[in-house]
């Protein structure tokens, strides 16, 4: 089954334990990225990968590191997770060819407190 | 720089009547439009896109949504509402195919029996 996994599903720990979560997709998607959702806020993108080895910013990358060795993970860590990173996380994939058009699968979150 | 402006929080709407969830943006340039689709408790679904070409797209589950250039907006359309379309829905834009999505806030749809 083409999916998006992500682990832990929630996850409550406290400020400045180093913690990271994991992303996989097994459609082969060039394509992941990391969002936070919060409460009137929508989403929010935190980092995104174009390809293995290649990644950027996305609107709000403070506090998040991510790196991209492997095409179908894309792991998310927080060195020092601080109680404002406490949201819902969203890993989507997608592909980047012809006609693709970011119709991005995405996983079915990370609920992560932050004490 | 991209946004898109949800304009309504909540839109409630009876079975059985047609849903309109409204959609504006800006963007430099031609945009790529979007709407996903969250269920409680679970991840965001695709369920409709415009690139280029016809002004009305056709989705998942019945639901279309048309662009219109001068008003900038791609409001989400069903001509019949379920309970089952109760849901949180977003709109999202870029600017190509492949570049950052910028997402609305989110529109939660309530269809009562």
């Known amino acids: 089954e083409a999916q998006v996994t992500q682990n832990p599903r929630y996850l409550i720990t406290v400020t400045g334990k180093k913690l990271t979560v994991t992303c996989s997709q097994n459609?082969?998607?060039?394509?992941m990225s990391w969002y936070r959702q919060d409460p009137g806020l929508g989403l929010r993108q935190i980092y995104y990968?174009?390809?293995?080895?290649?990644?950027d910013k996305g609107d709000v990358p403070e506090g998040y590191k991510v790196s991209r060795k492997e095409k179908r993970n894309f792991p998310l860590i927080l060195e020092s997770p601080s109680p404002n990173q406490t949201s819902l996380y969203f890993c989507?994939?997608?592909?980047?060819?012809?006609?693709?058009?970011?119709?991005?699968?995405f996983g079915p979150g990370t609920r992560l407190t932050v004490l | 720089a991209q946004s898109v402006a949800q304009p309504e929080d909540q839109v409630n709407v009876a079975e059985g009547n047609p849903l309109t969830v409204k959609c504006t943006y800006s963007?430099?340039?031609?945009?790529?439009l979007f709407w996903y689709v969250q269920y409680p408790n679970r991840g965001l679904q695709f369920l409709l896109k415009?690139?280029?070409?016809?002004?009305l797209v056709k989705g998942s589950y019945g639901f279309e949504a048309e662009f219109n250039k001068s008003q900038t907006s791609f409001h989400l359309k069903k001509p019949s509402a379920l309970v089952s379309d109760s849901a949180l829905y977003f709109c999202?834009?870029?600017?190509?195919?492949?570049?950052?999505?910028?997402f609305g806030k989110g529109t939660m749809l309530l269809v009562s029996p």
């Open positions: 989507a994939s997608s592909f980047r060819g012809q006609g693709s058009y970011n119709e991005q699968f």
């Open positions: 459609m082969n998607h060039e394509y």
């Open positions: 990968s174009m390809n293995v080895e290649v990644t």
């Open positions: 963007v430099s340039g031609n945009p790529y």
């Open positions: 415009y690139i280029t070409g016809d002004n």
């Open positions: 999202a834009v870029s600017l190509s195919g492949y570049s950052t999505l910028t």
